[in-house]
């Protein structure tokens, strides 16, 4: 099985990266981002609790977040794993996650974390918030603050790994299939 945290600051190109592994290598692309939206979409309790935050761009609490994963998280059929893009971003949710895939009997393979310098994240979110209606990529603050948040919380997910020796850094910045080749050639080491 090869279970991939795809990690990285907001605008690192995870949804993307994620998008092209999940086909090239036949795996279930888990992001607790679009489960969200969907919950938003659909007005579920869960959906409109997590909206407070979202339109913010703080986190939503680990709690729901977990809770959400344990219920909508479905492996695996005929599917070689599960990329995992936006989450764990907190030790909380890593620590979470261990739990659930050592249970599973299905640890996590490796956490691959996409680097992108920070002028370069500004720019690609406010460019995806003109083109995709996430209103969580229009406005400066919120951008910021979602960064900034990257860097007290979710950062520290890096040492998690870091101590298993799952940690791997990748350069985020160049070509998307440039990109998608030096993540391919760490995975092909897993
Ligand atoms: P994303 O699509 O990954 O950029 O996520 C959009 C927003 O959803 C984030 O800014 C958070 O508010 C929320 N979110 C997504 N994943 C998580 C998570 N693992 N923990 C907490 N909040 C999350």
């Given at each position: 099985?090869?279970?991939?945290v795809l990690?990285?600051?907001p605008g690192?190109g995870?949804g993307?990266?994620?998008?092209l592994?999940?086909?090239?290598?036949?795996l279930?692309h888990?992001?607790?981002?679009?489960?969200?939206?969907?919950h938003?979409?659909?007005h579920?309790?869960?959906?409109?609790?997590?909206k407070?935050?979202?339109d913010?761009g703080?986190?939503?609490?680990?709690?729901?977040?977990?809770?959400?994963?344990?219920?909508d998280?479905?492996?695996?059929?005929?599917?070689k794993g599960i990329?995992f893009?936006?989450?764990p971003?907190?030790v909380?949710?890593?620590?979470a996650l261990?739990?659930?895939?050592?249970d599973?009997g299905?640890?996590v393979?490796?956490?691959?974390a996409?680097?992108?310098?920070?002028d370069?994240?500004?720019d690609?979110?406010l460019?995806?918030?003109?083109t995709?209606?996430r209103?969580?990529?229009?406005?400066?603050d919120?951008?910021e603050?979602?960064?900034?948040?990257?860097?007290?919380?979710t950062?520290?997910?890096m040492?998690?790994?870091k101590k298993?020796?799952?940690?791997?850094p990748v350069?985020?910045i160049?070509d998307?299939d440039?990109?998608?080749?030096?993540?391919?050639?760490?995975?092909n080491k897993?």
């Amino acid at each position: 099985m090869l279970n991939i945290v795809l990690f990285g600051p907001p605008g690192a190109g995870k949804g993307t990266q994620a998008t092209l592994l999940k086909e090239k290598l036949n795996l279930i692309h888990l992001s607790t981002g679009e489960l969200l939206r969907n919950h938003m979409a659909q007005h579920t309790e869960l959906g409109d609790l997590a909206k407070v935050y979202i339109d913010k761009g703080e986190l939503v609490p680990d709690e729901l977040v977990i809770g959400m994963i344990k219920s909508d998280m479905k492996c695996c059929g005929n599917k070689k794993g599960i990329i995992f893009d936006g989450f764990p971003r907190t030790v909380a949710q890593a620590a979470a996650l261990d739990e659930l895939m050592n249970d599973l009997g299905m640890p996590v393979s490796g956490m691959i974390a996409l680097e992108v310098p920070h002028d370069e994240l500004i720019d690609r979110l406010l460019q995806r918030g003109a083109t995709s209606g996430r209103t969580d990529d229009q406005r400066n603050d919120v951008i910021e603050n979602r960064i900034s948040i990257y860097h007290s919380l979710t950062s520290p997910v890096m040492e998690y790994y870091k101590k298993q020796n799952k940690y791997y850094p990748v350069i985020g910045i160049g070509d998307i299939d440039e990109i998608n080749e030096r993540l391919l050639a760490v995975i092909n080491k897993l």
